[in-house]
Structure formats: C-alpha cells, structure tokens
Nanobody
Framework: EVQLQASGGGSVQAGGSLRLSCTTS????????IGWFRQAPGKEREGVSC????????YVADSLKGRFTISRDFNANTLYLQMNSLKPEDTALYYC???????????????????WGQGTLVTVSS
C-alpha cells in the first residue's frame, strides 16, 4: 500500500522559511513523479513542485522559482520542500502526492496523481 505522510507545516511571519517533509512507503513503481501541491482557502489545488524518479528532473511553478526548492533523500524515503522568503499568499494546505504514467506537460495537474498524503498547513502572516 502506497502511503505518504506530510509534515513540517506551521505559522511563520513573512520572509521566514519552512521545510516540509513527506515520508513515503509502499512504492513499487519504476517510473513516477512525486511532488507537492497546495490549496489555499477558496482556491483550486495547484502544483508547487515535483521530481521524477530515475532522472531526477524537477518542476517548480514559475511563480515560486527562486524561493521553493524540492529535494529527496532516497535512503530515508523522504521528499522535502524548502520554502524561503515566504509570503502571505503562500498560506495554504500543502499536500504531497505521487503518480505514474504522467506526461511532462501534466506534472502540475492534480488529477494526474494517484496517491495523496494528508495536508500540512502553512500559515504566513504579514
């Protein structure tokens, strides 16, 4: 059974940093994407960043480049999202997700992903 467990959310002031973690288990896929999505109140879920198994290609939403960095510790089966220079508009519930057979043009589309962890809340105050 594939399981993802996100953690690391919290409350910070604008300009601060947080690192989210997503521990994973039960993976039997050879080729997959794993990444982060977020959903702010009243808004649709959106892709934040993801990484592909194997070649390690990454995607980061254009609006977040330079502030958010995705990484992975294969030995620890953990995915990370380092978030710097946080802004109030980054406030959202952050989810980790994984899926297979995702084409590159769809990596930021939530419906492309098959397995989801529970969200971890990030609140950024001004």
């Amino acid at each position: 059974e594939v399981q993802l467990q996100a953690s690391g959310g919290g409350s910070v002031q604008a300009g601060g940093s947080l690192r989210l973690s997503c521990t994973t288990s039960g993976f039997t896929f050879d080729d997959y994407y794993i990444g982060w999505f977020r959903q702010a109140p009243g808004k649709e879920r959106e892709g934040v960043s993801c990484i592909r198994s194997g070649d390690g290609n990454t995607y980061v939403a254009d609006s977040l480049k330079g502030r958010f960095t995705i990484s992975r510790d294969f030995n620890a089966n953990t995915l990370y999202l380092q978030m710097n220079s946080l802004k109030p508009e980054d406030t959202a519930l952050y989810y980790c997700a994984t899926g297979t057979r995702i084409i590159s043009s769809q990596v930021a589309v939530p419906s492309s992903y098959d397995y989801w962890g529970q969200g971890t809340l990030v609140t950024v105050s001004s």
